[in-house]
């Protein structure tokens, strides 16, 4: 069965650092990748960022470039999301996703898995 399960959300001033995590259990890491997606109060979800578990490839999103970063620890079967430079409009739930979206448009419709969520709010 898989398993994602995010923590490190929070409330952050603009211009803060969060760093979410992802633990994950029930698949076979190296064979496909993880992702983080969000979704805003009043929006869509927007897929963010991607990492491959079978070449370490990391894809980004725009909103994503630049601010946050994504890496993984095998041995922890754990993948991260190191957010800086936090804007009122990161505020948002944050999910992991098994497999990652679909880095070339961030389609979402083949993510078959999906955590809970961990809410980030970034006040101003």
């Known amino acids: 069965e898989v398993q994602l399960a995010e923590s490190g959300g929070g409330l952050v001033q603009a211009g803060g650092s969060l760093r979410l995590s992802c633990a994950h259990s029930?698949?076979?890491?190296?064979?496909?990748?993880v992702g983080w997606v969000r979704q805003a109060p009043g929006k869509e979800r927007e897929g963010l960022s991607c990492?491959?578990?079978?070449?370490?490839?990391?894809y980004y999103s725009d909103s994503a470039k630049g601010r946050f970063t994504i890496s993984s620890d095998n041995a922890k079967n754990t993948v991260y999301l190191q957010m800086n430079s936090l804007k009122p409009e990161d505020t948002a739930v944050y999910y992991c996703?098994?497999?990652?979206?679909?880095?070339?448009?961030?389609?979402?419709?083949?993510?078959?898995?999906w955590g809970k969520g961990t809410l980030v709010t970034v006040s101003s």
């Open positions: 029930g698949f076979t890491f190296e064979r496909y990748g």
């Open positions: 990492i491959s578990g079978r070449d370490g490839r990391t």
């Open positions: 996703t098994f497999p990652c979206p679909d880095v070339g448009d961030w389609y979402l419709g083949g993510v078959a898995n």
